[in-house]
């Protein structure tokens, strides 16, 4: 078996353009413009390169700052390739027998989110692992996240003069570290190392994607009535939810079930867009995938973490209002 350590560059919507999301019905990250990879043998010996841009389909025109950090021009973009094409060189050069390792799990989402978009054949999750979990955690015994700057110069490996940012490049940054790493070891016991990080694969794939515009206020759009009412992908039968809990930042989950066809989990994610007249408005995206076990463990997980501090909040009021009372 071969190891196939990759890394990509993608361009990405302005923040305040939500056409994006519009026009490809998904709520995607980015749309990838090149894929770099090194792939090494069983002694990690590095036995290959893999380097290709893709022309965009749906961002066309290049993010400043995405523009400004890899030093990709749409020149080069034009002269690219669609990303079916690049994706089916990618595969026949990585072989039959072969685990993906990337940096972080960034990578493989936006990977998996574009295979999805192409509707191409999606990735499964033991395809794949982080090689930063696996260094973290042979180097530190945490799963705490390092750079690759970091973990190069801790390991006192060269950058031999390649610039980041640049797809090869950063992929051949992480082989060096591969190679001062025991992989085999890592993929052995990565179950156990991945324990006490989130999966990036939690969520199935979409089956279907919704956005609501034109929010004057961000406080309740997660409760406006179209937002809360979702049906059944498959029959229509509108879902019994339960009520959406707070993630992390703008990002809600809520629970749907259909009496026919189960449990169904709606991530609920809130924007914000500037109009023509240069007023900021506010948005939501629906995402509605199937349901597993360690997505209602997290709904229940959030759930008794927010109803905590509601509860903590309304002690802490009612104090404030018996100090007022008492005055």
């Known amino acids: 078996m071969n190891y196939i ?14 056409s994006f999301m519009k ?9 990838i413009i090149q894929i770099g990879a090194v792939k090494l043998n069983e002694k990690m010996d590095i036995i290959d390169h893999f380097t290709m841009f893709i022309k965009p389909q749906y961002l066309t025109r290049m993010h400043k700052h995405v523009r400004e950090l890899t030093g990709i021009t749409t020149h080069e973009l034009n002269h690219g390739v669609p990303f079916k ?4 060189y990618f595969q026949k050069w990585c072989g039959d027998e072969y685990m993906l390792l990337s940096w972080g799990s960034d990578d493989i989402l936006i990977l998996r989110e574009n295979l999805m978009l192409h509707k191409m054949k999606a990735l499964s999750y033991d395809q794949w692992v982080d090689a930063q979990m696996i260094y973290s955690y042979q180097r530190y015994g945490t799963n705490q996240q390092y750079s690759v700057a970091h ?35 890592g993929i052995l016991h990565y ?5 006490e990080s989130s999966n990036p694969f939690l969520y199935p794939p979409i089956l279907t994607f919704f956005m609501y515009e034109n929010f004057s206020e961000k406080k309740r759009i997660v409760h406006d009535r179209r937002v809360r009412m979702s049906f059944c992908p ?8 339960t009520r959406p809990e707070r993630l992390q930042g703008d990002k809600h989950l809520a629970i749907g079930v259909c009496p026919k066809h189960g449990d169904f989990a709606v991530q609920l994610k809130v924007g914000k867009y500037t109009i023509k ?47 007022v009372r008492q005055k």
Not at 5 to 18: A, G, K, R, T
Not at 23 to 31: Q, S, W
Not at 85 to 88: E, G, I, K, N, R
Not at 191 to 195: M, S
Request: some cysteine; hydrophobic content about 30%.
């Open 191 to 195: 179950d156990l190392i991945r324990k």
């Open 151 to 185: 973990a190069m110069e801790n390991l006192n490996i060269s950058t031999e003069h390649l610039s980041a940012h640049n797809a090869l490049h950063d992929a051949v940054f992480t082989a060096h570290i591969c190679q001062s790493l025991d992989i085999a070891q």
């Open 85 to 88: 094409t690049a994706m089916q």
């Open 234 to 241: 498959y029959c229509q039968t509108r879902l019994e939810m």
């Open 277 to 323: 007249s240069g007023s900021s408005k506010f948005y939501v995206t629906k995402v509605l995938t199937h349901c597993t076990d360690e997505i209602r463990s997290l709904y229940t997980q959030k759930s008794e973490i927010n109803r905590e501090k509601e509860r903590k909040y309304l002690e802490y009021r009612k104090a404030e209002h018996e100090k």
């Open 5 to 18: 350590v990759f890394d990509l560059e993608w361009n990405q919507p302005y923040s305040n353009d939500i």
């Open 23 to 31: 026009r490809t019905k998904m709520p995607l990250t980015g749309e």
